[in-house]
């Protein structure tokens, strides 16, 4: 195995519930009555992407400049809550370690802004330096972004690996459905407020996936 690719934000720490909170204090703010509770933000996880849930919530009702207000509003507040630093998901630093200890490849393959990687990065780096990642995507080098594959063809051609040669490990099912689009083995290590069915490639730890390094 050349590479282990960790999809989405979700697989290396668990920030829905303060996301939630931060979308919610984004409608108060723009002095819309919306509210999203637990229940309706699992299902709105199901399609990957702030800007497309708050499009799919309300778009209708109010416009796209709108909504990206709302976005970014929802970016500041999160920002703030994640100020005083956030955990890694359990075991994800391990595995970042026993990667470059065997010189395999690691790459954190999501298609989130730049802003966002940057503000975990500066909450996560008391646990572990994102400098330790052989490649980080975002949205800006594709042109669609997840459940689309496109973001993985462009991490296995930047890392010059055929699908075959690398694993990834995803957080949602759609985004599961992304990396297996790409003929990649995809792990479904699913976040606390993923919605799942049955999945023989659901794994409860990350520790799972060592037996393949």
């Excluded at 979700?10 to 909170?21: A, C, Y």
């Excluded at 051609?157 to 690398?166: E, F, V, Y």
């Excluded at 990396?179 to 995809?186: D, P, R, S, W, Y």
């Amino acid at each position: 195995m050349e590479a282990i690719l960790l999809g989405s934000i979700g697989v290396i720490t668990e920030t829905s519930e303060l996301q939630r909170q931060s979308y919610n204090e984004a409608f108060e703010y723009h002095g819309l009555d919306w509210y999203w509770n637990v229940a309706n933000y699992c299902e709105l996880l199901k399609k990957p992407g702030g800007v497309k849930r708050l499009t799919t919530f309300g778009g209708h009702l109010i416009d796209a400049e709108t909504i990206l207000k709302i976005h970014k509003t929802r970016q500041s507040i999160f920002d703030s809550k994640i100020e005083s630093g956030i955990q890694p998901r359990e075991g994800i630093v391990e595995c970042i370690n026993l990667c470059k200890q065997n010189n395999i490849k690691i790459g954190l393959i999501t298609t989130t802004t730049p802003q966002m990687l940057d503000s975990l990065s500066n909450s996560l780096k008391k646990h572990f330096s994102f400098d330790s990642f052989d490649l980080i995507t975002t949205k800006n080098d594709v042109a669609n972004e997840k459940p689309d594959f496109e973001v993985y063809n462009f991490a296995l051609s930047k890392l010059k690996l055929d699908a075959s040669q690398a694993i990834a490990v995803e957080d949602t099912e759609a985004n599961q459905s992304a990396a297996m689009q790409a003929e990649l083995i995809c792990y479904l290590f699913a976040g606390e407020y993923a919605s799942t069915q049955y999945n023989i490639n659901a794994i409860n730890s990350i520790e799972t996936i060592f037996s393949f390094i």
